[in-house]
């Protein structure tokens, strides 16, 4: 394992501390607890709360700034922070019109918020949440866990996020990230393993012409194993799964992410961006905004996943709100 | 013979223990189904709950069990953390105000702190989880108490073990390995292992002292 780092043990508090130096302009860390803040509080509003485990940067403490994030808290790698984080979280950052949880759909990250909205429910803090659920390559039932929130986070955090901005109530706030989730669907496909600091190797082994399909951020397995093509054949195989899944029809306008899994360098994201316009155009869907980079990562594997967001109006005009964040800046 | 609160003190001792020499082959047991780190992250949990609950007085089952909740939940995280932070709280404010217990008022605490774990992690028998070790412990403990305490002990850990082996040939369906799906089988869940563990070590603290 060669990886940039000091002591395994301090991965995560040192990011964090070197993540709010470079932008002391615009986020706080607090280290002790391992939750990073806007750097100034903002006018009175709705706060957004998000958190996870690390290893997926920028998300979420990137994303934390005007217009998206109030807080987010960093578990250790790929590890749900815990209710402790979360509450001291919102004790820093609440302004008294209610705090929304966005959380990822995993075992973890709903118990430990649950338990953190008990305690400042106790407080008599006025809490809801959204569980984040747009990874189309698990399949949806009852009798499991449910489906994987990934890059459909990023749409999330930044819509609501607008939305929270503009003053509204925390049931609208939360309706709109309610509607923005149950219009987003992604999925990924890993070219590598990632590996996790304190493991040391490869979480699993893929073969130097296979790639795995339907890929999780935690490389969790997906839907199948298949020798490596090429890139707009994986488009073809991994937007086409996205598109039926919801389904998206002709006509319809998207918002498109095409993000890297970590260790993916931009020319491909761009080559594989170039297939999917195509890929969509021939499907008479049309790409109203797009976001090409990494924005919600699993460490060092290479990969790509893709997701799509059926826009409405109300969308469109939040997603054009301003925003200046470390990882995602657009300001006019 | 009854349960008192040093047995919790000296049970906590014992799993910190064993955990430390288990931790590789918890670990080894996550890496096939989960993500390598059970092992890793009980470690940490015990030594900050020994930290905490050393050389300090507890009058009542409360006290200790709420130290050994809370301290699992700060510093485990992840879905082990809250379900064992659970599982102690729930057992502590059954007992709220006692020092020493019998066995089958024992059980009937364990039993909450089993609910707690099924409410929390929405998942119940055979779901390849720590309630499968935990669930057939707590019902050998409860049904044995009248055969005095160290046979009902031997009877739970026994129920324990057949448990956590019981896990094998499961299809998960809560947490990680869940993403598995039919390749989950064939595998022993981790949870369920450290569970065993933890009814083995308070029948030692138990029985042998």
């Known amino acids: ?332 | 013979m009854a349960f008192t609160v040093e047995m919790v003190r000296l049970s906590l001792e014992k799993l910190n223990v064993l955990i430390e020499e288990k931790r590789e082959y918890l670990t080894d047991l996550d890496s096939a189904i989960g993500d390598a780190d059970h092992g890793i992250n009980m470690n940490r949990g015990m030594k900050h709950i020994i930290e905490k609950i050393r050389g300090k007085e507890y009058s009542d089952f409360g006290g200790i069990f709420r130290d050994a909740a809370m301290t699992i939940m700060s510093a485990v995280g992840g879905s082990a953390g809250p379900l064992f932070g659970t599982f102690f709280m729930k057992i502590g404010q059954k007992l709220i105000g006692k020092s020493e217990v019998s066995i089958e008022e024992l059980a009937v605490a364990m039993q909450d702190g089993l609910d707690g774990i099924m409410f929390l992690g929405r998942s119940g028998v055979g779901d390849k989880t720590m309630i499968d070790a935990i669930a057939p412990a707590v019902e050998a403990l409860r049904e044995n108490s009248s055969d005095g305490d160290s046979a009902a002990w031997n009877k739970a850990v026994i129920a324990a073990e057949l448990g956590m082996k019981g896990t094998i040939p499961m299809l998960s369906r809560r947490g990680r390995s869940s993403y598995l799906g039919e390749r989950s089988i064939g595998h022993q869940d981790p949870g369920a292992t450290t569970s065993y563990y933890l009814i083995s070590c308070f029948r030692d603290a138990s029985v042998e002292g």
Not at chain 1, 43 to 54: A, N, Y
Not at chain 1, 254 to 259: I, M, Q, T, W
Not at chain 1, 291 to 297: A, D, E, M, N, P
């Open chain 1, 1 to 332: 394992m060669k990886k940039l780092i000091n002591k395994i043990d301090d991965v995560v508090a040192e990011a964090l501390k070197g993540l709010s130096a470079a932008h002391s302009d615009t986020v706080r860390a607090i280290p002790e607890s391992r939750v990073v803040v806007r750097a100034s509080s903002s006018s009175p509003k709705v706060v957004l709360i998000s958190g996870g485990g690390s290893g997926h940067e920028p998300l979420h403490c990137g994303f934390v700034g005007y217009g998206m994030l109030d807080a987010a808290c960093a578990g250790e790698i790929f590890t749900s922070p815990t209710p402790d984080q979360i509450c001291s979280a919102v004790h820093e950052v609440n302004g008294g019109r209610g705090v929304l949880f966005l959380v990822k759909n995993y075992s973890g990250d709903i118990m430990n918020f649950k338990i953190a909205r008990e305690i400042l429910e106790g407080e008599g803090v006025d809490v809801e949440s959204v569980v984040i659920c747009d990874d189309v390559s698990v399949t949806d039932s009852t009798w499991t866990v449910g489906r994987r929130g990934v890059g459909g986070t990023v749409f999330i955090e930044k819509i609501a996020g607008a939305y929270a901005e503009t003053g509204a109530s925390l049931n609208d706030v939360k309706s709109l990230a309610d509607r923005v989730n149950a219009n987003v669907r992604t999925m990924g496909a890993a070219l590598t393993s990632c590996t996790v600091p304190a493991v040391g190797r490869p979480t699993f082994g893929l073969g130097d012409d296979e790639i795995e399909l339907g890929i999780g951020i935690h490389g969790e397995p997906g839907r199948a194993r298949v020798k490596m093509s090429s890139s707009a054949e994986i488009v073809e195989y991994i937007a086409g799964a996205v598109v039926d899944d919801l389904p998206f029809r002709p006509g319809d306008e998207v918002a498109v992410l095409v993000n890297g899994m970590g260790g993916t360098p931009l020319i491909e994201l761009y080559i594989v961006y170039n297939d999917l316009k195509q890929f969509l155009g021939g499907r008479g869907i049309k790409i109203g905004r797009n976001l090409v980079g990494s924005y919600i990562t699993s460490l060092d594997m290479q990969g790509v996943s893709i997701t799509l967001l059926r826009l409405d109006n109300q969308m469109k005009e939040l997603w054009d709100h301003p925003v200046r964040t470390p990882a995602l800046c657009m300001w006019r």
